[in-house]
């Protein structure tokens, strides 16, 4: 029997594909990455940011940048945040993975990682050796090290070869470990010319704080740039396309707009709502 | 199979419906002011209103009425949004806001004639 995928997808599902009316925003995303600026991109939830981001680190990583991705509010605590950005260096860095592994581990020496390869040798992991039961401050040092080597790793590679980090949910290592972190990282990401940061976080209220209040540490230290609604235009001509692929009859947009109103625009919404008329 | 208006309907009430044990424990966890300020500025159909005002439609303190928004702004539930240099307050799940919505229509004993889920208006907020 043959199966037809929903071509309606949300949550947890990714596919870069799927990114609809997003082409400015991407745009500025990759402008970041490979100009080696310092974007905070700010949305709320649904409005497709980890799907933009991932996007644009498929786009990139494919035209030969290296592009880590690590999420603050998966990653409950730094030493899982740092394995994260060291695996993700050693996994994108070189050609094969046991090569990579042994070039990063020499890039984060001073975090004594263990790197250790998935049984089909392709996923790389790392646990770091050294310990972060200390204090919060600790800790934060121990990202902004890292953050160092990162940026000592971009001066090492070609001009054609950018480096750039995504810290998705920042808002989360911004609430759990307080201002103090915030001017931690900012005077350590302030000096880094290499290193092309994106601070993305659905905390609207709180990013906004974070970048335009005068007495907060990153006022001012980036782009600000807010995730709209997917424009409606774009998203009826997606919509109706994809019904029509799927053999349903759209002569009028009228459902299609109705999709739209009900989920206000918001990608998230609009997709599961679309998904569930298909199943 | 034919895409209709009324079929986007069905399908939305049933989406809502079958987001209620998850909508439910959200709303649960809120504190009663906090259900109160949310459901006003719900029905306010995104106009910002001052927390005196909420704090007058709900009969509270303006005082809690702040603490309650900043808690509401806080945990994501809420979110400024500028459009059109005109701010609208919104609510991050669309399908939350329609079920508060629909939840406070069933209390007050409005529109069970057609829908709890009033077909008739979407509650965008916007």
């Not at chain 1, 646990?127 to 934060?140: C, F, H, V």
Request: hydrophobic letters at 40%.
């Amino acid at each position: 029997m043959e199966y037809n995928q929903n071509p309606f997808r949300y949550g947890a599902d990714f596919d870069p594909d799927n990114i609809v009316g997003r082409k400015d925003e991407m745009a500025r995303v990759v402008h970041a990455i490979r100009d080696g600026q310092r974007l905070f991109l700010i949305g709320p939830r649904g409005f497709g940011k980890t799907s933009l981001l991932l996007a644009a680190q498929a786009n990139q990583s494919q035209k030969g940048a290296i592009v880590l991705y690590v999420n603050a509010e998966t990653s409950p605590d730094i030493a899982k945040l740092v394995g994260e950005i060291v695996a993700g260096t050693a996994a994108q860095i070189y050609e094969g993975a046991e090569d990579g592994i042994q070039k990063a581990g020499r890039f984060f020496s001073h975090l004594e990682p263990t790197f250790r390869l998935s049984a089909d040798q392709q996923a790389i992991s790392v646990s770091i050796g050294i310990d972060l039961l200390a204090d919060k401050y600790r800790q934060m040092e121990v990202l902004a090290d890292t953050l160092d080597s990162l940026n000592r790793l971009a001066q090492s590679l070609p001009e054609s070869q950018p480096l750039a980090l995504i810290i998705d949910e920042f808002s989360a290592l911004v609430a759990r470990f307080g201002v103090t972190a915030e001017a931690q990282i900012r005077a350590v990401v302030q000096r880094h010319r290499n290193v092309g940061y994106i601070f993305a976080g659905s905390g609207v209220g709180l990013m906004t704080d974070m970048t335009t209040k005068y007495s907060r540490p990153f006022y001012q230290s980036g782009d600000n740039f807010y995730l709209r609604p997917v424009p409606s235009a774009d998203f009826v001509m997606w919509l109706s396309m994809q019904f029509k692929y799927e053999r349903y009859a759209t002569e009028e947009s009228d459902p299609v707009h109705r999709i739209l109103s009900l989920a206000e625009d918001v990608p998230y919404n609009v997709q599961m709502l679309a998904h569930n008329l298909l199943e | 199979m034919k895409l209709t208006v009324d079929l986007v309907e069905t399908v939305f009430e049933q989406t809502i419906q079958s987001l209620e044990p998850f909508f439910g424990e959200r709303w649960n966890r809120l504190t009663s002011l906090q259900q109160k300020t949310l459901s006003a500025v719900l029905h306010g159909k995104g106009q910002r209103m001052r927390p005196s005002e909420i704090a007058y439609s709900i009969n509270s303190p303006a005082s809690s009425v702040r603490s309650a928004l900043c808690a509401l702004y806080k945990r994501n539930i809420l979110w400024d949004d500028w459009n059109l240099r005109e701010l609208r307050v919104r609510a991050e799940d669309p399908f939350f806001a329609q079920w508060i919505r629909t939840r406070d229509k069933c209390e007050d004993g409005i529109d069970h004639a057609t829908s709890c889920l009033g077909k008739k208006d979407s509650g965008a907020i916007t």
